[in-house]
Each structure stands twice: as C-alpha cells, then as structure tokens.
C-alpha cells in the first residue's frame, strides 16, 4: 500500500511561528566570513569545520546582552563562542565530548599566556633538528582501522620524531604543549586523507582501495614543510598579537590595558569534557544569562570518523572511539537509543519527575511524531537509503529535548538561548527542526523572539512543508528567552 506523505502538523506548526521566521541579513555578512582568511588567528591555525564564526558570537552578545555576564556553551567544539565571549568580558563555560575540541580549547588557553620569547627560541631550535634522530617507540602513532596507512613512512616517522622531541626535550610544559598542538593541526595536510562530508576521503596514492574512484586531493606536504609553515603562522599570529599589545604603552591608555588584562584573566572558559547530556543536570538552576550554541546536526554528519586522525594522534584505541561515537548527541546511523540509560541518570539523582516531563514532551510533539510516522513507513517501504534514519532522527530529537529542558532550567529568568541549526530532509521529506525545537523550548517555559534565516530567504512556505524534495531548507539561528 502506498502511504500518502502528510503534513498537517508541520503546516500547523509553521503557522504558529511563521511570524518569528525572519531574515536577516546581518546575520548573512556576519556568517560569510567563516571561511577563510577573516577568522581570528587561532581559528585559522585549525580547521574545525563545525566552528562558527567569532563574529557571530560578539554579534548576539551585543545585540541582545552588551552588558557581560555568565555564559555556556553546551556543545562548545574548540571553544568559539567561549572565547569571543571572554573577550567582552564574559565568564563562560563549555562542555564538549570529544577530545579533538578540548585539547584545541586547551591548547587556546595555554596559548594567552604563553611567553612568546621563549616559544620564538625553542622554534629557532626546532628548525636546526633532524626530528628522525628523536624517534622514540613510545610515541608511536596509535592507529586506527580508519587511520592506518594515512601517511606516507617518512612522514609518519618525522611527526614521531618530533612528537617525542616535544615530550622528552622540551621542559616548559606550555611550550611542548603548543609544539604538539601545532602537529595535530597539520595532520591532515600531511595525511593521504581529506575530511569529507560524512567520512575520510582517500588519496589513491595511498594505495589503500576505497571504491574505484580516482581521488587525488592535490599537494601532500612533507611533515618538515608543513611543521616549519605551521609554526611560521603561529609565530607571526603571536607578534601580530603583542603589537597590538604594545599600542597601550601610551599612559592615556594603560588603565584599558590593564582592564583588558584582567579581564582576560577572570574570564579564562571554564572547560567541562563530557556529554552535556549528564553534566547540564548537574549545574546550578537559573545561573546562566546567555546561552550561544550549535548542537551537532541531524544529518549523519558522524565526527569521530571525520576527526579520527586526531583522535588517534590523542591516543584515541578503538574503544574509545565508539564509545565517543554513542555517546555523542545522536546524529549518525549507529547511535542507539539513550532513553533507558537517561530514566536511570534522572532517577539516580532524584529527577525521576523531570524524567517524565521531558519524556512526555517528546511525546507529545505533534509534528515530530507525524514526520517520525512517515519515515517509519518509507522505511517499510524500502525507500530510506538507511533504515536506522528514523532512529536517528527520534533519538536526535529525544535528546535535544533533555538539553532543552536543562538550558531552561539553568537559565536565569531574562536569559537569552541562542542555538545555530540546519533543518534537513530524507526520502523528500522536509523535517523542520527550527519550529519543532522552538516549540519544544516553549513546552519548557522559553518564548521564542526569532527563528533568524540565513541565506537566500526564508526557506520553504506552509504550502511546501511536507514532501517536496527540491525546495530550500532553512538554516537558522533561533533566539529563545526565559
Ligand atoms: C556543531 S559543533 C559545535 C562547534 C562549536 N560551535 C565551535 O565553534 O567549535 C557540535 C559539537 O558538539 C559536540 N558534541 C556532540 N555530542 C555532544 C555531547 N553529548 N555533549 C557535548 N558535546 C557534544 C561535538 O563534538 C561538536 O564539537
């Protein structure tokens, strides 16, 4: 039998918010500058994909709260929005899972009190070595099934070589640190592999067969040229840094440079490495003014495969791996449900009757039920390219209704959530993540200002909502309030 697609609940939904779907434009310039040359030197040094735009973040902190308070970042990735926040004077917390975010968010605060001199001195060095002399087996490279054969020997034993130099020869614990976080950024440069959409993509010169296709991903540097011009960038980032630094000599100015200074020592991110899933229960409810976040997509985007290289170079095992891959908020195929192991959390620490909320609201979202209902049936009906989609898309949305209900609760009457989304289709069918989160938010007390669109315009009408495979989806920034 064929099942007709309908889209009552998303038509109603859309209608009840339609008035808050707004575009706006600023957002658009603000966004833009992601790539490429106008993010901030230590963004650039690597290439988180996922992160967003500084500029984004100072946008919304003026726009809606110039005046600096407690901020969080539940799914903070390298630290973006924690430090544009800090910058302005914030104090902030993040959460982040993955270890790839973490030593990156790590490596940023060691690198605002570095000593530069130093760092200058030990590269000096670092240039007049044969890094294959330092080679110690107790730093080799802990591949995984996904990662083996990566690099080609020469460059696998030169980054060892020097990966041991950084851990046996260098003192100043700072230092080694941002040495080594300088080789996990070029790892890809001097990989046979490409971060590509939902995977590694392999260089055929890596004579490791994925598929027919021919794939070359252009120049691969040797781990020498890539270390020097990593380090290089560094360097000139950090002189570019004090200069600006010195501009405040002038004693009109020092009492702004002296307030800068403290500022960005009382507002170091506080780091929490974890799933936000178990650590937003346990912080202190109505604490928190501003919440700027991008949760992962739904869209099967899966990171510890796209980042495995650097989970490796971490020391990542295989077990660990999968672990991360389940505990991440449900975004892949292979993520199973989570529902009895959140029961058993919220009833360990009391919360039995929060447990029920939540789980009822899920529940009781009708549009996400109806969509849940048409991909049940195309899966049925074998027209899901995976079947574990719909899976994925309950579980995405089972848990982001537990994250919802904890930034409400954790929030500060007048605090401001803001979250950046894409919304996405499978089998044609439209899943309009903006409304359905925003009215999930509603369910737990938050009043959505806007549903901000970016992009060409407002994506998709009432009339478009359920299966029409070609129209715009939405991506959004959506601004609740407490
Ligand atoms: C879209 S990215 C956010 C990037 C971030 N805005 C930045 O600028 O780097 C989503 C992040 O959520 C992290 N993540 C996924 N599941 C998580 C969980 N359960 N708890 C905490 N972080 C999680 C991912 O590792 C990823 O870094």
């Not at 603000?30 to 984004?56: A, I, M």
């Not at 976040?293 to 739904?298: D, E, K, N, Q």
Request: with cysteine; net charge neutral.
């Amino acid at each position: 039998m064929q099942i007709i697609s309908s889209s009552t609940q998303r038509t109603e939904l859309y209608e009840k918010f339609k008035l808050k779907i707004i575009h706006n434009s600023c957002l658009d310039r603000t966004l833009v500058s992601y790539q490429g040359n106008k993010q901030t030197p230590f963004s650039s040094w690597f290439k988180y994909r996922e992160g967003f735009s500084e500029r984004l973040v100072t946008y919304l902190l003026q726009t809606f709260k110039p005046e600096p308070g407690v901020l969080i970042d539940p799914f903070s990735g390298v630290g973006s929005s924690l430090f544009a926040a800090s910058a302005l004077g914030w104090q902030t917390t993040g959460i982040e899972l993955l270890p790839v975010g973490i030593f990156a968010t790590q490596a940023r605060i060691v690198i605002q009190k570095i000593d530069v001199e130093l760092l200058k001195l030990e590269i000096k060095k670092l240039t007049q070595i044969n890094f294959q002399d330092y080679y110690d087996q107790l730093f080799k490279f802990n591949h995984l099934a996904i990662t083996r054969g990566a690099f080609s020997a020469i460059n696998e034993e030169q980054l060892i070589g020097y990966i041991s130099y950084c851990n046996n020869v260098i003192q100043n614990k700072d230092i080694s640190r941002i040495l080594l976080y300088a080789a996990f950024c070029i790892l890809e440069d001097i990989s046979y592999t490409r971060k590509d959409g939902q995977y590694l993509r392999w260089d055929s010169r890596s004579g490791r067969s994925k598929g027919n296709s021919e794939f070359n991903k252009g120049e691969i540097l040797s781990f020498e040229d890539a270390i020097n011009r990593k380090l290089k960038q560094i360097i000139s980032d950090l002189n570019i840094n004090s200069i600006q630094l010195d501009l405040f000599s002038d004693d009109s100015l020092l009492e702004l440079a002296t307030k800068k200074s403290s500022i960005v020592k009382n507002t170091e991110p506080n780091l929490y490495e974890g799933s936000c899933l178990e650590i937003l229960p346990t912080l202190q409810e109505n604490s928190i003014d501003f919440v700027i976040t991008s949760p992962p997509y739904v869209n099967r985007y899966d990171y510890t495969r796209t980042y495995a290289l650097e989970l490796a170079f971490l020391g990542c095992s295989e077990e660990k791996v999968k672990y991360l891959r389940q505990k991440m908020l449900s975004c892949t195929v292979e993520n199973r449900d989570k529902r009895n192991y959140l029961e058993d959390y919220y009833t360990a620490k009391e919360r039995y009757q929060d447990f029920l909320k939540i789980d009822f609201t899920f529940k009781s979202q009708a549009a996400l039920q109806e969509v849940l209902i048409i991909l049940e049936s195309y899966k049925k009906e074998g027209k899901l390219n995976n079947e574990n989609i719909v899976r994925m898309v309950g579980n995405y949305f089972y848990e982001m209704c537990f994250v919802i209900y904890e930034l409400s609760r954790v929030l500060k009457p007048g605090g401001i959530v803001t979250m950046v989304n894409d919304n996405v289709r499978y089998a044609g069918e439209e899943i309009p993540v903006d409304i359905i989160l925003s009215d999930i938010a509603e369910s737990f007390g938050l009043k959505t200002r806007y549903i901000w669109t970016l992009g060409r315009g407002k994506g998709n009408s009432s009339q478009q909502m359920g299966n029409h495979g070609r129209t715009e989806l939405r991506k959004c920034v959506y601004i609740w309030e407490k």
